[in-house]
């Protein structure tokens, strides 16, 4: 049955936010709602002005026989600017102090409102980057991959701190925890990862580095390459920390049994 444009144009805008990174020919539009090519391109245009208008994100026109249109979120800066402010204020409280300098952010990384906002900024940042794959370790890192990959439209990999049967063969890294300078282990599966694959590390926080130094040798030993790092929060007060490049959203300032949270390095590294 032959839809209506403004049918078309409800079901369109369903169909790509949910397909981020995807590239869909206009003939499956046309197919889809019996439609001639010219009407899809009229309402592709519709949404391509309002995506931009409203800071949605990027709708690509590919031409050609084997082209389409692909849909790529990002963030504005002027939003990313008030997303990161408020999270600063939300993690700024007294009672997320945690002994040994940590701050608790479980409910921040449980809210699927943050998630999908985190998600978008990071998203931002590799909007015209290959990515192939998400990577982190479990536990607090997963809901964050799921987010980041889900906007990329990639798989996301979790780095284990023990080997699961269900996982089968594994490649294991040592590393040295930045935070207690003891010797971890940490694994995943040989399946997780081909060589070549452009992975993205994301976490929850950063201190010293440790965590996220193992994953990177975690990525080098398959043969893969390293397209950046991201961090939810970094301490801003550790004085060895193992990273270089990296992206931070806030840097925290954990002691006395208070916390501080300001703008992390995000908008230097995206605008610079």
């Not at 990002?74 to 409280?93: G, N, P, R």
């Not at 023990?162 to 010797?183: A, K």
């Not at 997780?192 to 975690?218: C, E, F, H, Q, W």
Request: net charge negative.
């Amino acid at each position: 049955m032959k839809a209506r444009r403004s049918d078309r144009l409800i079901d369109m805008t369903r169909y790509l936010l949910e397909r981020p990174h995807t590239l869909v020919p206009l003939t499956f539009f046309a197919d889809r709602y019996d439609s001639a090519k010219s009407s899809i391109s009229e309402d592709l245009t519709i949404l391509k002005r309002t995506f931009q208008d409203r800071g949605t994100g990027l709708l690509e026109t590919i031409p050609g026989a084997a082209g389409g249109t692909r849909f790529l979120p990002y963030m504005l800066k002027e939003e990313a600017s008030v997303v990161i402010a408020d999270l600063a204020t939300q993690m700024a409280t007294a009672d997320r102090y945690l002994p040994g300098g940590y701050v608790y952010m479980s409910d921040l990384l449980g809210d699927p409102a943050v998630l999908r906002q985190i998600g978008r900024i990071f998203a931002t940042q590799y909007l015209n980057q290959r990515v192939d794959a998400v990577m982190t370790i479990a536990t607090k890192g997963v809901p964050i991959a799921q987010s980041v990959a889900s906007l990329l439209n990639v798989p996301f990999v979790i780095v284990r701190h023990d080997t699961e049967i269900t996982e089968g063969s594994t490649v294991n890294v040592n590393y040295v925890s930045g935070s207690s300078t003891r010797i971890e282990k940490m694994s995943l599966s040989k399946r997780s990862l081909k060589p070549g694959a452009n992975v993205l590390i994301v976490d929850d926080y950063m201190r010293g580095g440790g965590t996220i130094s193992g994953m990177i040798s975690m990525v080098q030993e398959f043969d893969a390459n390293l397209v950046g790092i991201g961090v939810v929060a970094e301490s801003s007060d550790h004085p060895n920390r193992k990273i270089g490049e990296y992206t931070s959203l806030l840097r925290v300032d954990a002691n006395d049994d208070t916390v501080t949270a300001v703008p992390g390095n995000y908008f230097e590294q995206i605008y610079q």
